[in-house]
Structures are given as structure tokens and as C-alpha cells.
């Protein structure tokens, strides 16, 4: 508990987008560079472990594609929104000092634990409204998150479900306004450890809903997407390590998109 926890990262992302036709795109790339950092902070709540994170990123993308037929491009950079989850253990890994957590750490082999979260993106992105493709998406969005965590020595299996809630966009493109549906999402992951520090992930998930309503008419477009993630995390020293991440992601539905993300960070802890 009261411990800091400070992360830098870079990820580069190249997508296919799949637009409604209506807007008369087509054949559309994008590529995506992001800088990030991230701060968590560790504490007791109700005698409970808990935590708060705090991500800013920063963009630079490129899009290219045909717009009515006709090759055209745009670019945008700037500050991507900002993301606060705050998190509560509910059953297992109680609040412990450095010293007591290692301790327990070592003495437990098998531990099952249950946690709540709430993530907010907040709309403090770069955003103009006269332009359909954006960094932020000028609205808030919550995301409550129930997660279940297993292991048994090395091994750690994550199971979580969440829902996404979105705010009204009175400013989207060219003067409308936006209204998404709900989002649901469930994810799982498989992690091995090594030795503390080390450890190798593979992820898995599916997402389905958030149609989109425009001037109050459903849009009938509703998200399907699957996802899978690979992670390898390493230990500089005791404070600071790095991990190297792979994400994909492919739509289910005619209107998404395909995407690869390559991300490399270093954390530490104070």
C-alpha cells in the first residue's frame, strides 16, 4: 500500500477503417503513433486494497483513403483524452505494507481475488467539430469493470466483464449529434510468472453493441469485435522494468476496423 507507480510508453497502431457508405470513404488507412504516460497510486479504502491510475497520451495519426472515389489524406496530432480508472479489491490480496506484502506473497500459493473498477475517458482530447476524424471523441465515457483473478503458483488466469456508458456529443461533425449505445465487453488472460518481474501474458476478447444514434435516428450499426493481446514484461533492477506488447483486433461487422498495435513501456516505482 501508499506506493507510486510512474509508466512511459510508445505505441504505434496501423489500422483498416470500414465506414458507414453513406459517407462515401472507402479503402481507408490509418496510422496511429502514441506517447503515453501513466501514474498509479496504491491505497486502503474500507480496509481494502485500492488503486487510482491517471493516463495521458499524446498522437500523431495519418489517414488515407479515397473520398468519393478521389485519393485523399489528413493528418491530426495532439492530446488524446484523458483516462482515470480507480479500482477495489472486494475479496482477497488484503492491504499490506512492502515488507508484509512480500511476506505474504512468498506463503501464498493459491489466492483467488475479486475487483471492481470504474474507468472514465474524459473528453480532453483534441477535437474539431467541422472534422469527422478526431484524437478525442468530445465526450465522456464510463466503463464499470468486474474482474475475477486466479492463481495457483505460477500460473494466474483473469476473467472480466465490463459495459460502456457514453455521453451525448452535441458537437459532432458538421453541427449533429451523437448518441452511442451501450458497449459490452468481456476479456480474459493467461499469465505465467517466472520470477517477480517476469512474466508472459496471452489475452483474448469480444465486444458487442454501441450502435450509434444520430440526431435521435438509430444508425443500425452495431460493433462486433474480437481482440487478442500478447505481453512480455522483463526487470531492469527492483524498481524499474519494461514490457513489450502486441494488440490486434478485427471487426465482426461491416463497419470498424481491422487494427495492429506494436506498444513498448518502462515502469518503475518509488
Avoid at 95 to 117: D, H, M, Q, W
Amino acid at each position: 500500500m501508499d506506493k507510486n507507480f510512474g509508466a512511459f510508453a510508445f505505441a504505434h497502431t496501423e489500422a483498416d477503417i470500414f465506414f458507414d457508405p453513406t459517407l462515401l470513404l472507402d479503402n481507408v488507412d490509418m496510422t496511429l503513433d502514441t506517447w503515453a504516460v501513466k501514474y498509479i497510486r496504491t491505497f486502503e479504502l474500507l480496509k481494502r486494497s485500492s488503486r487510482i491510475d491517471i493516463t495521458q497520451g499524446y498522437q500523431k495519426g495519418e489517414w488515407k483513403g479515397l473520398l468519393n472515389g478521389v485519393p485523399a489524406s489528413t493528418s491530426r496530432n495532439g492530446l488524446s483524452d484523458t483516462f482515470v480508472r480507480v479500482a477495489m479489491n472486494l475479496y482477497g490480496a488484503p492491504p499490506l505494507r512492502a515488507k508484509e506484502f512480500g511476506a505474504y506473497r512468498s506463503s501464498v500459493n493459491i489466492e483467488t481475488i475479486v475487483g471492481a473498477a470504474l474507468t472514465i475517458r474524459m473528453p480532453t482530447g483534441n477535437y474539431q467539430e467541422d472534422k469527422l476524424l478526431n484524437l478525442g471523441q468530445n465526450r465522456f465515457a464510463f466503463r464499470p469493470q468486474l474482474g475475477v483473478m486466479h492463481t495457483r503458483g505460477k500460473w494466474t488466469t483473469e476473467l472480466t466483464g465490463e459495459v460502456a456508458f457514453y455521453t451525448k456529443n452535441d458537437e459532432f461533425f458538421n453541427g449533429n449529434t451523437l448518441e452511442q449505445k451501450p458497449l459490452y465487453i468481456v476479456h480474459g488472460h493467461l499469465i505465467h510468472t517466472f520470477k517477480p518481474g517476469q512474466w508472459a501474458s496471452i489475452s483474448a476478447g469480444y465486444d458487442y453493441g454501441g450502435e450509434n444514434r444520430l440526431n435521435g435516428v438509430d444508425k443500425d450499426d452495431t460493433k462486433q469485435n474480437i481482440g487478442w493481446k500478447l505481453s512480455y514484461a522483463h526487470p531492469i533492477n527492483r524498481s524499474i522494468g519494461i514490457k513489450v506488447t502486441y494488440l490486434g483486433t478485427r471487426t465482426q461487422e461491416s463497419t470498424g476496423l481491422d487494427s495492429d498495435t506494436l506498444a513498448v513501456s518502462t515502469s518503475f516505482v518509488w
